[in-house]
């Protein structure tokens, strides 16, 4: 198997919104973005499924070195071998990858966050520093297109955490602010045993609407020539956009006791629309 074929299987087989937006790519990029969604799901199975976290920091320790290997160009790793050939004709940062593990073993560290400052350190290692890989390698000449990926990302990523608020609390985690449960007079408790509740609701709509501001903001900050080039992520944006309306068109505080998702003939919908639209 081929370090690329590696890839490829991993991206297909985690279902996301992310690799329908690939499919459209011209060869070369696919594969750099297909390479660096699969180390985005390397490092994040290591602090998802690792239970023993003395072993899944020993993981991660071993990524941060292959990520050294990697820009020493001895790559060890099937993903990082594929990921050579993107650092190179695209000049992706190796700090921007170290981050994305820092990211990840912040899952390891914690798992409340006291407001959304904290907690928007965590979506920029996690979901933006990918948006600013992401966009070097669709391409870009405006230096303002990075501002539209690294909101962007945050979208996504707020978006995800609405997504899996219950799914996340079975695993004893909670990603909503500590102070803006507070504020709406949820406790930790009506999160971790799924309580439908009224104020649950208020303070869904109220994380619905900051993600919403997010996706605002991002596209607002895309300068029109580097729309056509960045097309792959605003195809994104439209699976995780409808995604986040029909939670918010329906009773959100369902999201504690189930996942909301789009069929794969609907996500490859949504792809192929934003891409003729151009």
């Known amino acids: ?17 992310f690799y329908y937006s690939f499919l459209f790519l011209p060869k070369p990029r696919r594969e750099a973005i297909t390479a660096l969604y699969a180390f985005c799901r390397e490092v994040d199975d290591v602090a998802d499924e690792c239970s023993d976290i003395n072993l899944a920091r020993t993981k991660l320790a071993w990524w941060r070195q292959e990520v050294g290997n990697l820009y020493a160009g001895n790559p060890q790793h099937p993903v ?8 190179r004709d695209y000049g992706l940062d190796e700090e921007h990858l170290l981050e994305i593990i820092d990211g990840m073993e912040m899952d390891l560290d914690q798992n409340r966050y006291a407001d959304f400052k904290e907690l928007q350190l965590y979506c920029y290692r996690v979901a933006s520093v990918v948006g600013l890989l992401s966009a070097a390698i669709f391409g870009y000449t405006d230096r303002k297109t990075l501002k539209y990926a690294h909101d962007l990302g945050m979208a996504f990523q707020l978006t995800n955490i609405i997504r899996d608020v219950g799914e996340d609390a079975r695993r004893g985690r909670i990603y909503l602010p500590t102070d803006e449960l507070q504020q709406f007079s949820v406790s930790e408790i009506d999160i971790l045993h799924g309580h439908e509740t009224e104020n649950v609701r208020k303070l869904l709509q109220f994380q619905i609407a900051r993600a919403q501001e997010f996706y605002d903001k991002a596209f607002a900050e895309l300068p029109a020539v ?7 992520g605003l195809m994104m944006a439209a699976i995780y956009r409808t995604v986040l309306d029909e939670i918010a068109d329906g009773d959100c505080e369902k999201v504690l006791n189930q996942r909301i998702s789009l069929t794969p003939l609907r996500k490859l919908w949504l792809a192929w629309k934003t891409w003729i639209a151009g």
């Open 1 to 17: 198997m081929t370090p690329q074929q590696y890839c490829q299987d991993k991206a297909a087989a985690s279902g996301s919104s």
């Open 80 to 87: 990082t071998q594929a990921l050579e050939s993107a650092v």
């Open 226 to 232: 580097d729309r056509r080039a960045q097309r792959p």
